[in-house]
């Protein structure tokens, strides 16, 4: 007998998930969700077609967990990498400020035309990043060990 997975049963495992189409990306988006950045941890490289992203992401498949066991909220460190990207273009950012700090709030996908399309990563403050892509090629990896979130309290969201 099988049954489906649940939070917990990656609680202290790292993330390494891919996503191939648009319902993949949903689950990506909210496991991304909140993460925070500074605009100089974003890289484009064209030769390669890979836009990928070093982010401190909150831990929202330890979310239950933490408040069932009364513990601190975490965050790790993860790479966001998006492959088969053909075009990067973004609004509503000052790329000058290297110590600009980003905050991701969705990633959608809008297929176009032979499963190529557009991912548009929606940042708090109005400014978004937008990646025309040949396919959906997303890989989120952990690369750190989670370590307690400074606000020790999980984002917030107004309503």
Excluded at 25 to 47: C, G, Y
């Amino acid at each position: 007998m099988s049954r489906d997975a649940s939070f917990e049963d990656g609680a202290e495992r790292s993330l390494r998930l891919t996503a191939e189409d648009a319902d993949d990306v949903t689950v990506i988006s909210s496991l991304a969700q909140d993460a925070v950045f500074p605009v100089n941890e974003m890289a484009w490289k064209p030769a390669q077609r890979r836009f990928a992203v070093l982010l401190n992401r909150f831990r929202w498949e330890d979310l239950p967990a933490a408040e069932r066991r009364g513990r601190d909220f975490e965050r790790v460190r993860a790479v966001l990498a998006f492959d088969d990207v053909t075009k990067v273009s973004s609004s509503g950012l000052d790329r000058s400020d290297p110590e600009m700090v980003l905050s991701l709030l969705s990633i959608t996908w809008t297929a176009g035309k032979d499963g190529a399309g557009r991912f548009e990563l929606t940042l708090a403050g109005d400014g978004a990043i937008a990646l025309d892509a040949e396919c959906v090629n997303i890989t989120l990896q952990d690369v750190t060990r989670p370590y307690i979130a400074p606000s020790r309290k999980a984002p917030t969201h107004p309503k």
